[in-house]
Every structure is written in C-alpha cells, then in structure tokens.
C-alpha cells in the first residue's frame, strides 16, 4: 500500500524548530488548544480527585438499590440504626452500583489507558522509526513488518491480542500499543528520511559528527512536532478503544468501574434503562472529542501552513 | 498496466506473510498451554495430550506453521472448538449480514460525505464550513455503540419508526431486511463519513485553486458544472484513497455495531469467539479481515488510472 500514509503532518519536519516561546504563545492563543486543553485538564482533575467528590465506593453492590433512575433519592439503614439519604444523581445499575461515582472512576482508567498508550507507542515507534529511517539495511525488513501490522485493521488485532491472555489493564495497554506502533513508526521514519538530506546534517556528517550525536542533537528535535500531535491522537483512539474492548465485554474485567464495563452492564436493561449507558458514553464522547480538538489545535499551531488544508 | 498489477500483486505477498505471521502467533503467544486453555477447566492430562497432537503442538513451531498456512491456502481453517463445525462453512454462513451492512455503510458514506466535503471547500471560511468540520471532529470522537444506542432510543424506542435490533435476511423479503439495516448503517457510517467529508474539503480546496477552474469560471461555466466535471474529477484520487484505508475504520466498527444490534454477522461472530476462546475462529476472521482489506486497497490503487489518465504504469 503506497501512498497509504502521507502523514500530513510530516512536513513539519522541513520547517526549522521555531524558538520555543514563540511555539507557546501561539499554542495558547490557539483556540482549539485552549478549548481541548481545558476540558482534557477538567477530566484529568476529575479522575485524580474521584474519592473526594462525593463518590461512593465504585463497586459496592446494594441490591435494594437496583436500577435507581438519575436523580432518586434513596436511604440506607446504618449500622447503629440512623437513616444516611442519597442521592443518585446517575442513578443505580442493575446491582444497586451508583453510576456517578463508576463514571468518575472510570475516568482514572481511561486517562491510564490513554496517557500509556500514547507514551509507549510514541517511544518505541520513535526508537523503531529512526533506526529505520537512519539504518538503510533496516529500513526494508522493519517496514514490511509494519505494513504488515498496519493491514491487521487497529480494533481486530486488539482484540485478537487480548484474548490471548485473561484480560487486565496492562495487557489492554499492550494490546492497543501494538497496532498504534507502525503508524508512529512510518511518521518518524518520513521525518528522519527528509532530514537526512538536509544540508546542515550534511555539514555534521562532514564535521565528522557521529551517528548517535546526530540522531539527538538534529534528527530527534525535528521529530519532536509530528510526534507530539500524533501523540494527542493516539491517545484519543486509545481511550476509544478501551472503551470498545470493555464494552465488547473482552476488554478489562466487569467489576472495574470503565466506562466501557459500565455500558456494558447497561445493555441488557438499555430499553428501560437508558442513563446507564448515556452518561458513560457522554463523559467518555466528550473526552476523546476533547482530546481530538487538542490534536488538531496543536498541529495547526505547530504548523501554520497546514491550518488551511485539513 | 499489466507488468504493473503483477508487481502491485507481489509486493502484497510479503505483507500477507507478516499478516499470517501475526495471527498464527496469536494462539502460540498464549501464556500457558494452549491445548490446556481449549481442553477447559475438567479436562484430564489425556484430553490435553489428545488436543495436543490432533493440532499438532507437540510439533516444532516452524513445522506447525508451514501445516497450518497449508492448510489455510487449501480453503481448511480447521473446525471451531466452540461451535463444533468447520470454521469455513461458520465464515460463509454469517457472511451475508456483515456484507449487507458494509455495502449500505459505504453507499451511504459516500453519498453524504463527498457532497458535505465539496460543500464544505466551496463555501470555505463560512459557517457552513465551520459546521462541517465540526460535525466531522465529532463524528470521530463519539463512538460507535454510544451512536448506535442513541440512535435505537431515540428512532426505534422513542419513535418506534424502525425495528430496535436483529436481522433478517435477503431472501425473507426486502423490506424487512432494509428497514433493519437503516440504522445500523446511519451508525457504522457517521465515522466514515467524517474521513471522507475532511479529506474531500482539503482535496477539493487544492483543487479549486487551480488554473484550469479559473479557466473553467472564466469561460463562463456554472458552479454545478465546475464543481462536478473540473473539480471533483481532479480532486478524486485522494478521496477515493482515503475510502479505501477507511475500510479499516468500517471492520473495526462492524464488530462494534453487529454488538450493539444483534447482527449475527462477522463482527459478533469475532467477538462470541473470544469470548468462547475460540481461538482457529479468531484466526480465521482476523484473517480473513485483513486479506480484504489488503485487496480493497490494492483495488485502490489499481483505480488511479482510471481516475486520472495522466497516471500511468
């Protein structure tokens, strides 16, 4: 498959590293950077403060309250006898969970997953990629294996991956890192490959730089723009399709608050039941659009010559 | 063109081969035995050793994957653990669902997407612009399934126009079988046609800022006329690449979308097969999968050159 992945982001690597004050100031004045920036800071908040906002415990199971709709109130005897009342504004699952407190758990997974998957992908598609871009006898067999891994369609092989083994948060990260790789890889390989032609690294070469001197002091820095957009975007793929794999049921077990697991627990009961389903799918729609408004914030940002064109 | 196809048609062979290297090792990387895991929880030593030797485990790993890539260019994907028949004659069976919902997914796409992308680039800068970029960031952050059942509540439960889930076949009656793939497309599509709606306005914007449409205006052509003959001939290539790689998109969410409204096709066969650890069905449609999507996008590229006479071979 030519011409399969012209990254439009690769060329930023023929632009020069602005200074980088300038590259801040533009991203926050960048609208969609602030816009995606904030909401992705608001759920990471979120998930980091879970216990303190007025959760209870995800996973206890109070079988008086099952399937609760948004907003009943309900009280619980205590142990010495006095009466606690709550309210469950998300409403109860089909075994008495309260769906806020498994929503605003299940954002700490998701920001896991996608902040993970988003770093180990780009650091070993950036290891691979330039090798690959660097070392010509590399080059030929490295990349046949990620067009190969590239024509496993991204959720099939996740989900091939999972089943190998029972599933658990890391063999989820593991099973979404594999098939982000090749692209990260293709992206720092295009970069590496434009800017060995260029005259300065020429002019290293000729001043008898070494390889490993070159590769980190002008051949990483220029990587630095495309990776972090793509970063941005892989992690809101991942956070999706974590959320595909829970809900699909083969994903991380059921009694861990994700918002896949909580949707899933909805779907037999979705026609009486809607709200657990909708707030899940709303917390977690909102966050991969943040994410996404992010990525495309930071990439017209980073390369003003592409605002016009995507 | 011919010597061309034919090198096209090689260079897939060692993609295939990374393919098929990739879901063979898919069941070998298992942790643990695989003839224990298929053998189950009651098995005794002598079932493991059975299943052992009748998939050939006890083989050395080279050997095991010559037999199996033979018999996998035979037409033999070797019999499903946990439906208890070959997993060819399962693959044909719940073929036609995953079919149907494709092709409508994909007529449907298209006909919304590039009219929305061409509209987007022509009106640029406008709100209408502005809307349908917008509309296409969200379309590919909201996930399939929350589509889906947002959809089933509100069309089906709410409305009742449209059955809420299953699926019936062709040969039972054509309006049945419509009326219950209607919103399984509209859900499995709207990714799409955010791809293609984006990659539509960025290859028609680079094309209408060529000399041959000025030329075209100044002649005095209508907008209708430019647009369609001068600008979306030009502007075909990319969009119709970028079809062809959003075939991926379309495989993944068909596992997603045959979930969500009981469709008993491919994609819930996938996921029923994992979750039975049904491993040489897993195999087979993964695949199979990828083997389409590999030959949809040689396709592709064999398109060029009808699209556009000046590319040649």
């Known amino acids: ?310 | 063109m011919l010597p061309y196809i034919g090198r096209r048609l090689l260079a897939t062979i060692p993609v295939m081969a990374v393919v098929a290297v990739v879901v063979f090792m898919l069941l070998r990387l298992t942790t643990g035995d695989p003839a224990a895991i298929i053998a189950g929880d009651n098995a005794t030593s002598q079932d493991v050793a059975a299943i052992r030797t009748k998939l050939g485990l006890d083989r050395p790993i080279a050997q095991q994957f010559v037999i199996w890539i033979g018999n996998v260019l035979r037409g033999d994907l070797g019999e499903s653990f946990f439906f208890k028949k070959q997993v060819s004659q399962l693959i044909v069976e719940r073929m036609e669902p995953t079919l149907a919902l494709a092709t409508c997914t994909l007529l449907l796409a298209v006909a919304m997407a590039v009219p929305l992308g061409v509209l987007a680039a022509w009106r640029r800068g406008t709100w209408i612009d502005r809307a349908v970029m917008g509309l296409s960031v969200l379309g590919f952050s909201v996930p399939v399934f929350v589509i889906g059942y947002l959809l089933i509540y509100l069309v089906a439960i709410q409305l009742g126009w449209l059955p809420v889930q299953g699926y019936q076949r062709l040969a039972e009656g054509f309006g049945g079988f419509i009326e219950r793939l209607i919103l399984p497309s509209i859900t499995l599509a709207i990714i799409y046609v955010a791809l293609i709606a984006r990659i539509t306005r960025a290859s028609v914007l680079e094309v209408l800022n060529a000399d041959h449409v000025r030329t075209a205006r100044a002649k005095g052509l209508g907008d209708a006329s430019v647009l369609l003959r001068h600008v979306l001939r030009n502007a075909a290539v990319p969009i119709v690449t970028v079809i062809g790689l959003g075939v991926a998109l379309l495989i993944g969410g068909v596992v997603v979308t045959e979930s969500v409204y009981a469709i008993p096709g491919l994609g819930r066969l996938t996921v029923d097969a994992v979750l039975a650890r049904d491993y040489p069905t897993v195999q087979a449609v993964i695949l199979l999968f990828s083997v389409a999507y590999v030959l949809i996008n040689l396709l592709v590229d064999l398109s060029y050159t009808l699209l556009d006479p000046r590319i040649r071979y």
């Open chain 1, 1 to 310: 498959m030519k011409a399969v992945t012209a990254e439009p982001v690769a060329a930023l690597a023929l632009e020069p590293v602005a200074e980088r004050a300038g590259v801040t100031r533009l991203m926050t004045r960048n609208r969609s950077v602030l816009f995606g920036g904030t909401i992705l800071a608001l759920v990471v908040l979120v998930a980091i403060l879970a216990p303190v906002l007025g959760t209870s415990d995800p996973a206890r199971v109070e079988p008086v309250l099952r399937n609760k709709r948004p907003g009943a109130v309900a009280s619980t005897r205590n142990a010495d006898g006095s009466q606690t009342a709550r309210t469950h504004w998300m409403g109860t699952d089909s075994l008495g969970r309260d769906v806020y407190s498994r929503v605003i758990y299940g954002a700490r997974v998701s920001m896991m997953v996608g902040a993970s998957v988003a770093l180990i992908s780009t650091v070993v598609g950036l290891v691979i990629g330039v090798l690959a871009g660097y070392l010509r006898w590399l080059d030929g067999i490295v990349m046949r294996i990620m067009d190969g891994l590239m024509s496993i369609p991204a959720i099939l092989l996740a989900i091939g991956l999972v089943s190998l083994s029972r599933a658990g948060l890391r063999t989820v990260i593991l099973a979404i890192v594999i098939p982000e790789v090749p692209r990260v890889v293709r992206l720092v390989r295009s970069v590496v490959l434009s800017i060995r032609e260029e005259p300065y690294v020429e002019a290293a070469v000729a001043l008898g730089a070494r390889t490993p001197m070159l590769l980190v002091r002008h051949v990483l820095p220029n990587t630095l723009a495309p990776i972090i957009v793509q970063a941005t975007f892989i992690c809101a793929s991942a956070i999706l399709v974590e959320a595909i794999l829970s809900f699909l049921g083969v994903g991380i077990p059921p009694e861990t608050p994700t918002w896949g697991n909580i949707m899933a627990e909805g779907r037999a009961l979705f026609r009486i039941f809607p709200h657990n389903i909708l707030f899940p799918g709303l917390f977690l729609a909102l966050t991969v659009l943040a994410v996404n408004i992010l990525g495309d914030g930071l990439r017209d940002s980073l390369d003003p010559r592409l605002r016009s064109r995507l």
